[in-house]
């Protein structure tokens, strides 16, 4: 089993999309099934309706899945779990207080020591538990050796007992932290590998040594994902418009496009262009770069614009808000110089808008449509530039510039000849 889990509490970015699309694929390859655990344990930060969106998003990608699970809902195997691991003297109750803490965490700062809990209730008696009437967490008693995992991108990792420390698995309110209730729920589903984000590199020791604490042996693989930086370098933030799911589809970005570009950012593919569907033939963890990979809004266009012409002419006529086929073969046309969904919707509105900016050819544009007015339809763009020049008695650049800016609303854009054939058809709505 394989999980995407997202937290609902904010928008989902394209680090965790290329989360989901990299679980889908290989869990796709693998023949297991993947689910979607919400994690909702922070209520303080969940926002309303997030999950919805998210799952949305998902679908929008194609990412299938086979259940939603809310990790909320597993309260109750946490907490079975702590009893076992108190009673097994794996976890222990801890009273220090919040702000006892945070003085110990200072002056280990003070004297620029990386802060390590002290052991202080680590030896508490059940009796010393028991009338201890002060409010407690639950930590897990340090692990007494190294934790190793192989990780499929980053390789051998080890961590000394003294970076997992004795954390905490239960907060004062009795929610699980983030690391205990995914720790569980990950044994819960039996979950086979985790592909998640490499912010989460540290918490993975933390994670096993609970399953360990728990006896639970079977392996659970790892693979974590690079950062993605910005163009400046630096780790993608919420300031990055671009790192944004739904800035990017906002803009016209298609869904095949983005999940083309996720896969091939830091990757070593055997082409260029591809859907989500067609990597999983040939995809391998294996061959993401253990470093970074820099966004490139760039790339991104060049790859929606490979897109857009992959489309069937009427799709892409309905994903620009039109309903014919033509206006898609069309919108073909333009990718000369246009990128995205909305910079073709521009150029397409603009032939069917009904003031046109005429500039200094407003009297031949007026003379022009009068003249179309009383033509017949012609096949052929010579022939109609023909009829129309005698019958307007223009020529030249007072020619040429008001039927561009007649026939297409600007007065630059792709040859007239390649337009003609579809636009003639339209010559009753431009005129
Ligand atoms: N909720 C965590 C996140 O969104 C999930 C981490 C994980 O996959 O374990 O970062």
Not at 181 to 194: E, F, K, N, Q, R
Not at 357 to 362: A, L, S
Request: hydrophobic fraction near 35%; include cysteine.
């Amino acid at each position: 089993m394989f999980r995407f889990a997202p937290s609902p509490t904010g928008d989902i970015h394209i680090g965790n999309l290329r989360v989901a699309i990299f679980n889908y694929i290989v869990s796709q390859q693998r023949g297991e099934k993947l689910i979607i655990r919400i994690e909702d344990t922070d209520v303080d930060r969940n926002i309303e309706g997030k999950d919805r969106e998210i799952l949305e998003i998902l679908d929008t990608f194609g990412i299938k899945y086979s259940d939603v699970i809310y990790q909320s809902h597993n309260f109750k195997f946490h907490h079975q779990f702590i009893v076992h691991l108190l009673q097994s003297g794996k976890a222990f109750h801890c009273f220090c207080s919040p702000d006892e803490l945070e003085r110990k965490r200072e002056e280990a700062k003070q004297k620029n020591r990386p802060y390590r809990y002290d052991g202080t209730c680590e030896n508490l008696s059940n009796i010393e538990v028991l009338e201890a009437d002060k409010p407690s967490v639950i930590r897990l008693r340090k692990p007494n050796k190294e934790i190793e995992f192989h990780d499929l991108i980053k390789g051998k990792k080890r961590f000394h007992p003294n970076d997992i420390d004795s954390f905490i698995l239960l907060r004062q309110d009795k929610r699980p932290t983030y690391n205990f209730a995914c720790a569980v729920d990950d044994m819960l589903s039996d979950i086979s590998l985790v592909i998640r984000g490499e912010d989460h590199l540290s918490n993975t020791p933390k994670q096993i040594a609970i399953r360990e604490a728990l006896g639970y042996s079977k392996n659970i693989e790892y693979a974590h994902l690079p950062i993605i930086l910005n163009s400046e370098g630096k780790k993608m933030s919420k300031r990055d418009n671009s790192s944004s799911v739904r800035w990017l589809l906002s803009e016209g970005f298609i869904p095949e496009a983005i999940g083309n570009y996720l896969i091939l950012l830091g990757n070593r593919t055997p082409t260029e262009v591809f859907t989500i569907e067609e990597a999983i033939k040939w995809f391998k963890l294996e061959n993401i770069s253990k470093s970074p990979a820099k966004f490139d809004l760039d790339k991104l266009r060049f790859l929606n614009r490979k897109h857009l012409h992959r489309l069937d002419s009427e799709e892409l006529s309905k994903r620009l808000g039109y309903f014919d086929k033509e206006i898609g073969e069309l919108a073909k046309i333009y990718l000369e110089e246009a990128s995205t969904l909305n910079e073709l919707r521009t150029k397409i509105d603009a032939i069917f808008k009904d003031n046109r900016d005429c500039g200094e050819f407003c009297d031949e544009v007026e003379i022009l449509k009068n003249a179309i007015r009383e033509m017949d339809t012609i096949d052929d763009f010579g022939e109609f530039k023909k009829v129309l020049m005698k019958k307007s008695k223009l020529k030249g650049k007072r020619f040429f510039k008001p039927l561009r800016i007649l026939l297409t609303g600007s007065e630059h854009g792709p040859e007239l000849s390649l337009l003609y054939p579809i636009l003639k058809n339209y010559l009753g709505r431009i005129v």
